[in-house]
Nanobody
Framework: QVQLVQSGGGSAQAGGSLRLSCRGS????????MGWFRQAPGKEREPIGG??????YYHEPRQDRVTISRDFAKNIVYLQMDRLKPEDTGMYFC????????????????????WGQGTPVTVSS
């Protein structure tokens, strides 16, 4: 396993925005899913969403406030969070899978090959 390198995040007021980024491992396969998970204090790690060259998956509860994008040339995945809420507080982990045909159905903890180090996000009301 390889630890992915995350950056960004931090603290924000409710209603604000934050952006996280993460560099994937090599080789830079377009077919691997790259994306994000969140772990609230005392809770299990849950998916936010991921994408590869042919599919994008969003876990439904956050879909309207979250945008996941990927620079395939640079092997970087981004998480843009808008209209932040206090319940968005937690540790955010980027992740990647092996090459898969579709991220939908493959974006869960058990299918992750590599994880980032985690970034704390705190949203205050």
């Amino acid at each position: 396993q390889v630890q992915l390198v995350q950056s960004g995040g931090g603290s924000a007021q409710a209603g604000g925005s934050l952006r996280l980024s993460c560099r994937g491992s090599e080789p830079n396969y377009a077919g691997k899913c790259m994306g994000w998970f969140r772990q609230a204090p005392g809770k299990e790690r849950e998916p936010i969403g991921g994408l590869n060259a042919v599919s994008t998956y969003y876990h439904e509860p956050r879909q309207d406030r979250v945008t996941i994008s990927r620079d395939f040339a640079k092997n970087i995945v981004y998480l843009q969070m808008d209209r932040l809420k206090p319940e968005d507080t937690g540790m955010y982990f980027c992740a990647e899978t092996e090459r898969v045909p579709d991220c939908t159905g493959n974006w869960r903890v058990s299918t992750i090959l590599n994880w980032g180090q985690g970034t704390p996000v705190t949203v205050s009301s």
